[in-house]
């Protein structure tokens, strides 16, 4: 019987070697980037559109014209989102492109906390549990 329940969590027995947790991290991971994606393309469209809503800070090392920071984010958006599409299909350069990505997100945000200091680290956090989940997780699933 522990037997059977051991095989069920694993997936074992079905010709399948890959763990279930391992696949439901990997699906949480494509979620999270289509998330992070439409967050980034939501700020994207606000930045553009009402740029006065973002306030300026003076002085900063990476200062960028609020309506430059929108399409920044609009884009990084929507290759995100695209490629939280592409994780659930469990290949391997998927998978690498999802590290990326949410990597080049994180940077992105970072560079946006003068502007935005909430929602940054936010997008932020949400990047770190991708590239955590697809890192640690990601490769166990068959491609």
């Given at each position: 019987m522990a037997e059977q329940r051991a095989q069920q969590e694993t997936g074992a027995g079905r010709g399948d070697s890959s763990p279930r947790w391992a696949s439901g991290f990997?699906?949480?991971?494509?979620?999270?980037?289509?998330?992070?994606?439409?967050?980034?393309?939501?700020?994207?469209?606000v930045?553009?559109?009402?740029?006065?809503?973002f306030v300026v800070t003076a002085d900063y090392l990476y200062a960028f014209d609020v309506t430059g920071w929108?399409?920044?984010?609009?884009?990084?958006?929507?290759?995100?989102?695209l490629a939280g599409f592409a994780v659930f299909s469990g290949r391997l350069w998927a998978l690498a492109l999802g590290i990326?990505?949410?990597?080049?997100?994180?940077?992105?945000?970072?560079?946006?906390?003068?502007?935005?200091?909430?929602?940054?680290?936010?997008?932020?956090a949400l990047d770190v549990f991708v590239i955590w989940a697809l890192a640690v997780h990601g490769w166990k699933v068959k491609a």
């Amino acid at each position: 019987m522990a037997e059977q329940r051991a095989q069920q969590e694993t997936g074992a027995g079905r010709g399948d070697s890959s763990p279930r947790w391992a696949s439901g991290f990997t699906v949480f991971a494509g979620i999270m980037m289509i998330i992070v994606g439409v967050f980034h393309m939501a700020a994207g469209l606000v930045a553009i559109i009402e740029n006065k809503f973002f306030v300026v800070t003076a002085d900063y090392l990476y200062a960028f014209d609020v309506t430059g920071w929108g399409w920044i984010h609009l884009i990084v958006g929507l290759v995100v989102l695209l490629a939280g599409f592409a994780v659930f299909s469990g290949r391997l350069w998927a998978l690498a492109l999802g590290i990326v990505l949410a990597g080049l997100s994180a940077i992105a945000n970072f560079l946006f906390l003068p502007y935005y200091p909430l929602w940054s680290l936010l997008i932020i956090a949400l990047d770190v549990f991708v590239i955590w989940a697809l890192a640690v997780h990601g490769w166990k699933v068959k491609a």
